[in-house]
């Protein structure tokens, strides 16, 4: 059974900064990939930054530039770092990832419980 725990979340004003993490439990073998998507009231979940085992990534164009996802692989950890944080940025953060659980293959996709970020003001 593998787990996904978020934080970081809050309230910031226009042009601030916060940082998500998420740390995965249980059995893992190998990461594929991590990442974060977001879900604001009445759309659908869309892609923000994603980051795979390699270490390759990829952004939405609405964030890159400002949003860093970056990983610690021995730790089986994303992080999403937000800066200069705009309207158009508040929803709920999800993580994702895609793991190999063992050396056969088989692998476990998921998402964590999510996080919300607002911004005000």
């Known amino acids: 059974q593998v787990q996904l725990v978020e934080s970081g979340g809050g309230l910031v004003h226009p042009g601030g900064s916060l940082r998500l993490s998420c740390a995965a439990s249980?059995?893992?073998?190998?990461?594929?990939?991590m990442g974060w998507y977001r879900q604001a009231p009445g759309k659908e979940r869309e892609l923000v930054a994603t980051?795979?085992?390699?270490?390759?990534?990829d952004y939405a164009d609405s964030v890159k530039g400002r949003f860093i996802i970056s990983a610690d692989n021995p730790q089986n950890t994303v992080y999403l770092q937000m800066n200069n944080l705009k309207h158009e940025d508040p929803a709920v953060y999800y993580c994702?990832?895609?793991?190999?659980?063992?050396?056969?293959?088989?692998?476990?996709?998921?998402w964590g419980q999510g996080t919300q970020v607002s911004v005000q003001g």
């Open positions: 249980g059995r893992i073998f190998s990461v594929n990939d």
């Open positions: 980051i795979t085992g390699g270490g390759s990534t």
């Open positions: 994702n990832a895609e793991f190999r659980i063992n050396n056969q293959g088989n692998t476990w996709h998921g």
